[in-house]
T-cell receptor
Framework: AQRVTQPEKLLSVFKGAPVELKCNYS??????LFWYVQYSRQRLQLLLR??SRESIKGFTADLNKGETSFHLKKPFAQEEDSAMYYCALNGEYSGNTPLVFGKGTRLSVIA | DSGVTQTPKHLITATGQRVTLRCSPR?????VYWYQQSLDQGLQFLIQYYNGEERAKGNILERFSAQQFPDLHSELNLSSLELGDSALYFCASSQRINSYEQYFGPGTRLTVT
């Protein structure tokens, strides 16, 4: 079964400190992994996907198939990074595999 | 606003009642997804429709049902409501049938008293 685990419900860091939001997944095939973000009073939106290997708002995430992880990292946290972050998995198309989301981690960046 | 719209924004109702949540997808999007967000369970996928047909089913209770109409808007019907059904209900849409990039609506906050 597909499963996404985000072990931390809440993560608090100081402004300027490094951030790592953990995500582990369970999937037997070749998954696509994503990070979605929900800022206060805004809609849930796609932040980044592992295939593009891009950096968005200073965040990066590397897919580690050996450790089945897709942790989200940023070297220096900013107050505007405070938000709810969801890791999501899209399995190979089988006709019935929409996105599977983790339970989310609330990031709080303290000034 | 050409994005995903949901009505109503807030809904307060009593146990045992029935409510209907409405979602209009982005222009051109054929796929609609419904999610339930609660503090305990996070974001749970309920059901997906593509061009009027049910496409995928997640953790949707039998008391809940949904449909997508010819104009592509979708409705989620929740009946025999229980206190535990209180949650934020999100609708999302995408162009393709199985898309990782889903565009979310603002959500409907349901409170069951």
């Amino acid at each position: 079964a597909q499963r996404v685990t985000q072990p931390e419900k809440l993560l608090s860091v100081f402004k300027g400190a490094p951030v790592e939001l953990k995500c582990n997944y369970s999937y037997s095939g070749s998954p696509e992994l994503f990070w979605y973000v929900q800022y206060s009073r805004q809609r849930l939106q796609l932040l980044l996907r592992h295939i593009s290997r891009e950096s968005i708002k200073g965040f990066t995430a590397d897919l580690n198939k050996g450790e089945t992880s897709f942790h989200l990292k940023k070297p220096f946290a900013q107050e505007e990074d405070s938000a709810m972050y969801y890791c999501a998995l899209n399995g190979e198309y089988s006709g019935n595999t929409p996105l599977v989301f983790g339970k989310g981690t609330r990031l709080s960046v303290i000034a | 606003d050409s994005g995903v719209t949901q009505t109503p924004k807030h809904l307060i109702t009593a146990t045992g009642q029935r409510v209907t949540l409405r979602c209009s997808p982005r222009s051109g999007d054929l796929s609609v997804y419904w999610y339930q967000q609660s503090l305990d369970q996070g974001l749970q996928f309920l059901i997906q429709y593509y061009n009027g047909e049910e496409r995928a089913k997640g953790n949707i209770l039998e008391r809940f049902s949904a449909q997508q109409f010819p104009d592509l808007h979708s409705e989620l019907n929740l009946s025999s409501l229980e206190l535990g059904d209180s949650a934020l209900y999100f609708c999302a849409s995408s162009q393709r049938i199985n898309s990782y990039e889903q565009y979310f609506g603002p959500g409907t906050r349901l409170t069951v008293t």
